[in-house]
């Protein structure tokens, strides 16, 4: 059962309404992720584990609080935005933004995405909170259903690395982001030295083709790999050359980045726990502060966090 975030603002559920039956709703996740392969083939986190995080009120509250504070030091009031989340997955940031903290939030979710019963659950979700069915509209990053100029925060967050076409998601979160608007998009970084899927260290900007066989050393299935675009910040700035002059770059998550490895101040969401275990090997072994001169001018934050600003 999710837990519920400490001092959330609002309320979690409307007054007329009882708690969801999320253990119905964690099986329906978890026969998605166990019929997928996912569980055992591509991570080792438990189930369990696995659909707590997706349904978390607290990791939603998390994603909400760092969606305003990026928009706030780009000078977008959050609480007064049109706000997109392209990959809603269960909804919980649209369901969380809401209904908690009063946001005017909608959402994107494929049907046939990686996991088809994400769309399910988040549907069951959005009709017991009593939302408007189009809360979460079925539809692809690559298609949104929105006219040009329609928002004034785009945000995605470990969605791009999924997509069929990641330029393509971002040319769409670019026409319907009106001008002075905030992109913002989370996303693994495959220049970085950890991979989060299968909860693994990484080699910087690993081909494909040898990432297969490296994840097979860790007794993981390398077709996994197939699905992912291997995206790293030579990736970006390729995609911005392709929009000259309609984007200024605010932000690339550095400072976040630095910061959670000075303090371990990230959470335990999925296989982070185990990132946790070897940031804090490196506090210990003395080696901190060249880990980060190094992961300074090689760009090895993880995850990447893309801010920019519509001209």
Not at 11 to 35: A, H, K, M, N, V
Not at 201 to 211: E, F, H, T, V
Not at 233 to 252: I, N, S
Request: glycine share 10%; hydrophobic share 40%.
């Amino acid at each position: 059962m999710p837990e519920a975030a400490a001092g959330q603002e609002g309320r979690t559920l409307p007054p007329d309404r009882e708690t969801p039956d999320w253990e119905e709703l964690g099986r329906l996740l978890s026969r998605g992720y166990i019929d997928s392969g996912f569980i055992g083939g591509v991570t080792r986190v438990p189930v369990e584990d696995v659909v707590r995080d997706m349904l978390s009120e607290a990791r939603a509250d998390e994603q909400v609080a760092e969606l305003r504070r990026t928009a706030a030091a780009a000078g977008v009031d959050a609480d007064k935005a049109r706000i997109l989340e392209v990959g809603s997955g269960c909804g919980m940031t649209v369901l969380r933004g809401r209904t908690a903290h009063g946001l005017d939030i909608h959402g994107i979710e494929p049907s046939m995405g990686e996991y088809s019963s994400t769309l399910d659950v988040c549907r069951r979700l959005i009709d017991h909170y009593g939302l408007p069915a189009d809360a979460v509209q079925d539809a692809t990053g690559e298609a949104i259903p929105f006219p040009d100029a329609s928002f004034d925060i785009v945000y995605s967050s470990n969605v791009l690395e999924h997509v069929g076409d990641p330029a393509a998601v971002l040319d769409e979160a670019l026409r319907v982001l009106k001008p002075g608007g905030l992109l913002l998009v989370v996303v693994p970084n495959y220049g970085s030295w950890w991979e989060g899927h299968y909860g693994i260290l990484w080699l910087p900007r690993m081909p494909a083709g040898l990432a297969k066989l490296y994840v097979r050393l860790f007794g993981r299935d390398p077709s996994y790999v197939d699905t992912l675009n291997l995206i790293d910040r030579p990736w970006f700035d390729r995609w911005l050359g392709r929009h000259p002059g309609r984007l200024e770059v605010l932000d690339w998550g550095w400072s976040v980045f630095e910061q959670r490895l000075r303090t371990l101040g990230f959470g335990d969401w999925a296989a982070l726990s185990v990132a946790k275990r070897i940031v804090t090997f490196v506090h210990r072994s003395g080696l901190l502060e060249p880990a980060i001169w190094l992961a300074r001018r090689l760009h090895w934050e993880t995850p990447i966090i893309f801010a920019a600003r519509k001209r």
